[in-house]
Every structure is written in C-alpha cells, then in structure tokens.
C-alpha cells in the first residue's frame, strides 16, 4: 500500500476524511522554528495537519529573520524543486510574488473570509496585485525587553520605565556580579536591538523616516548618532561570550537567572513558557524604554510556491485554511508568543503578555504607530536590510564610532538601494 493510500485510510478510520484531504499530499515546508519553544509552536501546526491526514516533511533551516532560509529557498526554486509552503516575511514575500513564483490562495481566502479579519498592514504583505499569495500565521512584535523577576525583586529594581532607568537597571545588575544583558552576537539579534534603539531614540516618526523612508536626513541624523550611542551602552553590558551566541541561548540565560534582560521579539517568550515559567511571576515583559506605544512587528506567513500537481495544491489549500482558521490562531499563538493575525480571535487563551501584545497591537493600528520591524524584513527591501544589519553589526562590534556609524548608514542605504 502507498504511503498515501494508507494515510487516506487512517484519515477515513478516524472520521476526517474530507473533500480537501481526500486529495491532498503532504506538505514540505522550510522554515526557521528550531528552538524548543519554536518546535512546540510548529507541533501545533504540524499536529492539525495530520488530524486532517495531511503528512509532513519538515525543512528546517536555522537562523532568525530567516536569512539562512531564503539562501536555501533561493537554491530549491533554482534547482526547479520549490517546497510546498515556505515561511517567509513582509517584503521577500513580494519579492517572490513579483518573481512570478507564487500560488494564488484567492479561493481559500475567499471562502474564509480573509479580507475582514486580516489586518491592513499584514495584507499589504500577503496580496500582491490584489490577490492573496500567503497566510498570515502570526504577528510578532521586536521592540521587547524579557527579564528574570527574581534577579529584580532581590535587587530592588523596578520595572525600568525610561532608557535611563534601564541603564541603571543594567549597571546595578552588573554590581551584583550577573550579566545585565544577555545578547547573542549575530547580525539580526543586533538588528532587532535595534529596531527598539531607534524608537527609543527619535520615537515612531523619526523610526519610519529612517527605515521605511530611507531618508539620508534621518539616517545621518543626531538622533542616528544618539541611537548608536544606546547600543554602545548596551554593547558595554553584554558578557564577554556573546559572540555567534543563538537568541534561545540568550533567552536562556535569562530564564536560568544567569542573566536579568534580553532584548528581543516575542517569540522569546515561547522560550520562557516552554520552561515551564509564568509571566508576571518569573518574568517580566516590557517594551524596550522610551518605545511604549508603538509595536514594531513582524508576520510570520506561509507563502506557496506554485505548483502543478493537484495533491500539492489541495495540500496547500488545506495548510492555508488550517492556519488561519481562530481556533488555530489561538493555539498556535499562545505556544509561539506572537499574536493571531486576524482580528477577530478572543484574548482568552492568551497570557498577560499576549494580552498586553494583543491590545497594544490594535492600539498602535489605530495610532499610525504600528511599523514594520527593520530587523525582519517589513520596512524594506532585503537589500536595503542587509546593509542596515551590515553597519549595525560592525558598529557594535567597535569597528567604528557611533557618527561614523550614522554616516555609513547613510552610504550603505544608498549603495543597496
Ligand atoms: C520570526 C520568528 C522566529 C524568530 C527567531 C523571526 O524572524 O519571525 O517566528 O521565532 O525569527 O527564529
């Protein structure tokens, strides 16, 4: 019996079989969720595939802001051998469209109803040309502090509410002999420090300027310098290992107590609750200080390259439906830290955290301040991205000063552009 023939049989001996799944192959899908609270999200996904008799293979390409995987990606559709779904973010995801690369999901969305529920700024990134080519999983959002509460409580320190009260936050951890900072040196763990820096510095409008405008002014600006003179300080309390450090390990120290901050998207939290610990008791989330008020996101979306084959197709039907169907969003979102990508899911489920990121979400949609993360790939161009990490990262490595910085920012945006 084929392999498909015997999973079909399973499907109808456990009441599932439908018109969809009838059809429909296994997935292969290339993503980056390899940390263990990113596996735990991915089984959620992966286990409703298979309720629906949908198999998977799992192409796992390490590295956040998915560098890594688009190299891979890029190899596979050379090779003429695309995955089915691919994870991908905001502007690769128009870029592949514009390729031609891309299915169209315009049936499935219109069945489910996508245009009501999806988020303005996400469709921006899931249509290209008026028609649907992925399905939003999530949103994530960059401008994050994650810290250990008993470092905090035993030390007397508050909730830092300013950049001045995290900077002293910071050296009074580093008296007591812990590291202030945990860091993994890797160019898009700086680049997402970043995206919270440079709101902290020059606030939502200076952000887009910067980024989404790509205006020399803002990027060569005092406010540039100020904003690389933050990730000095920061630079000043991360420990001496945090060389090529993964962000989970990072995350790790903080959970461990090793270390009290991390600054990092929310998907750091799926670490803290695949250990076992609880929001509010054993840590605290907070914005980066000085950023309340705007949410810097990014959306974690399948895209599905075309292809020929009917099973394929219906598979990729039935994992674009799945992922976007509320009780999904849910479950899927309260294991990976992020929150629904449709705006009708109740809060229920969710942490304080993810309350808190939920509500702040629809606050900064309504106030013109949510902004797509630099870091990941929603405020431009991965050329023009590239470049920012390139600068960032050399930076904080000390290879220049933070004027000089805000200088080779200007240049290698207007190289890459
Ligand atoms: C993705 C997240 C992922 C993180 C770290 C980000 O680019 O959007 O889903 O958890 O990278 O791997």
Redesign the pocket.
């Known amino acids: 019996m084929t392999t498909k023939k015997a999973r079909l049989l399973g499907a109808v001996a456990f009441g599932v079989f439908g018109a969809t799944a009838a059809l429909a192959d296994d997935v292969e899908v290339l993503h980056?969720?390899?940390?263990g609270?990113?596996a735990a999200a991915l089984n959620v996904l992966k286990d409703d595939l298979q309720g629906q008799g949908i198999g998977w293979n799992d192409m796992p390409v390490?590295?956040?802001?998915?560098e890594s995987a688009m190299t891979t990606l890029r190899a596979r559709v050379t090779a003429g051998n695309p995955p089915t779904a691919v994870?991908m973010?905001g502007f690769d995801i128009q870029d592949w469209a514009a390729e031609g690369a891309l299915g169209n999901l315009d049936d499935v969305a219109a069945a489910e109803g996508w245009d009501a529920v999806v988020p303005a700024a996400l469709q921006a990134f899931a249509k290209y040309d008026g028609h649907w080519i992925s399905a939003p999983v999530?949103v994530?959002s960059t401008n994050w502090v994650w810290a250990n509460k008993s470092i905090l409580d035993e030390l007397g320190i508050a909730q830092p509410a300013t950049w001045d009260d995290f900077v002293a936050a910071m050296e009074a951890v580093e008296a007591s002999g812990r590291v202030a900072l945990a860091h993994g040196g890797q160019a898009?763990q700086e680049a997402t420090m970043f995206d919270g820096v440079v709101l902290s510095a020059g606030g939502p409008e200076f952000y887009k300027a910067a980024f989404v405008d790509l205006d020399p002014e803002a990027l060569g600006s005092d406010t540039m310098v100020e904003a690389f003179r933050r990730m000095e300080t920061l630079r000043s309390h991360v420990d001496d290992n945090f060389s090529g450090r993964d962000?989970n390990l990072a995350s790790a120290m903080v959970i461990n107590g090793e270390a009290a901050f991390q600054i990092m998207?929310d998907?750091a939290k799926?670490e803290f609750l695949n250990a076992g610990q609880v929001p509010g008791e054993d840590f605290l989330c907070f914005r980066v200080p000085g950023s309340e008020g705007t949410v810097t996101f990014?959306?974690?979306q399948f895209a599905m390259f075309n292809v020929t084959d009917d099973g394929a197709r219906a598979a990729q039907g039935a994992m674009a439906a799945s992922i976007m169907s509320p009780s999904f969003q849910s479950a899927f979102n309260v294991v990976?830290?992020?929150v629904p990508a449709r705006t009708d899911v109740p809060n229920d489920a969710f942490d304080a955290c993810g309350k808190q990121g939920m509500a702040e979400l629809a606050a900064a949609a309504d106030a013109g301040t949510l902004l797509g993360s630099m870091a990941?790939?929603h405020a431009n161009r991965a050329a023009v991205k590239n470049a920012i990490y390139d600068v960032v990262t050399a930076h904080f490595n000390g290879e220049f000063d933070a004027t000089t910085a805000a200088e080779e920012l200007v240049n290698a945006v207007e190289s890459a552009m």
């Open positions: 980056w969720w390899t940390s609270g990113e390490a590295g956040g802001g998915g994870q973010l999530n994530h898009w962000w998207g998907w799926g990014n959306s974690d990976k830290g992020s990941h790939g």
